[in-house]
């Protein structure tokens, strides 16, 4: 054990046992996160941390799937959790807990069961590392059954309430920009007008952000409406101007002309937005005569290692989480704001859905570069 932080002996008062897991979709730096808590949980504090596995899937279920965590496994001699991506417990953003599909296809509610799990392992605390959605659960799911929960914010859509930053986002951000880099030089070559697709869920963030870093020439966000007749313009602009390309970068869930959000669903019945990087390119061919091309980028965004902002961001909320259930302070998510980690009720933050500011920084900025944006 060691003891990094001043303020750390005055909460030194009780052992705890605390689990924590991983819920929704993954994304770069959730392994930096376990590997935080582990450090300050079992390093400085020297408590036990319980790893579950597969989200409340490892609660659900008797006995209770799950690791010990301990400091070599966060930072084995040949390696280590810091950079890698994924996520080493596992997730699921299906199967809600308060409507559980059984194999005869019921839906059931086996909350019950997520908090006789909990008990059944004698934790003090639980550290839910999710999206707003999974926020939620697990805040539905800790005051029905009195467990204590520390949330900490990820999701590559950055959409979740009052933290500037939530894990994955600015990895996606990196490979978003990256996929435009490398569409340029190909666009260039083809004289082709490219069309990246990325993810975002309802919220523009990783659009609006890596088409600025990228250079891209239009930028569609759900936030703000556009024509087909705007972007063919701002095409036919820059070929007078003797540009033979043009990058667009748009968000998953821009709606069509005709006010459609295209999905794709799988032979499960299970869908999820995709399509308008196609319908765009379809339309723009119907109107002039260019080339397009589209490239989904797809779970990409949410793989590989994570990017040092992402390590930094997992890593000081990982610590505050452990602080935090040091302190007993319970139901509140650890955030960024002004440049500082602190913490707000997690009611607050899922309360509140984040999408891009249409008069904001970002926006504005685009629209200074001529970026054509939409209205
Ligand atoms: O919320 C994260 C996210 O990656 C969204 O950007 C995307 O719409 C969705 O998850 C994809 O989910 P799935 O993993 O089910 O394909």
Known sequence: ??????????????????????????????NAAIRAVVHCAVGTYGWEVLGIRQATLGLMVNPPLFIKLEIDQVDPP?????????????????????AFPMPDGRLCDRSSDIAAGYRELGLDALIGIGGDGSLAILRRLAQQG???????????????GITEHAIGFDTAV??????????????????????????????????????????????????IPYTVNHICHKIKERQ???????????SESVRTEEGELLTITNTLGQSRYGGIGQYLADRI???????????????IQRGGTASPLDRLVASAFGVEAVHLIAQEKYDRMVTWQNREVVSVP??????????????????????????????
Not at 286 to 293: F, G, K, N
Not at 349 to 355: F, S
């Open 146 to 160: 009195k467990m204590n929960l520390v949330g900490i914010p990820k999701t590559i859509d950055n959409d979740i």
């Open 285 to 299: 061919c119907d109107s002039i005569d260019v080339e397009t091309r589209v490239t989904v980028l797809g779970h």
């Open 240 to 250: 007078e101007q003797g540009k033979n390309f043009c990058l667009i970068i748009v």
């Open 1 to 30: 054990m060691y003891f990094a932080d001043s303020n750390v002996n005055k909460y030194m008062t009780k052992h705890k046992r605390i689990g924590i897991l991983t819920s929704g979709g993954d994304c770069s730096g959730l």
């Open 346 to 375: 997690i009611a607050e933050a899922i309360a509140q859905y984040r999408t891009v500011n249409p008069n904001g920084t970002l926006v504005k900025t685009a629209r200074g570069l001529n970026i054509y944006l939409g209205d």
């Open 174 to 223: 990196d490979i978003a920009t990256e996929a435009l880099d490398r569409l340029h030089f190909t666009a260039a070559s083809h004289s082709r007008v490219m069309i990246l697709e990325v993810m975002g869920r309802d919220a523009g963030h990783i659009a609006i952000a890596a088409g600025i870093a990228g250079g891209a020439d239009v930028i569609l966000i759900p936030e």
């Open 78 to 98: 040949n390696g280590y959790l810091l950079t890698s991506g994924g996520t080493m417990l596992g997730t699921t953003n299906k199967g809600d807990p308060f």
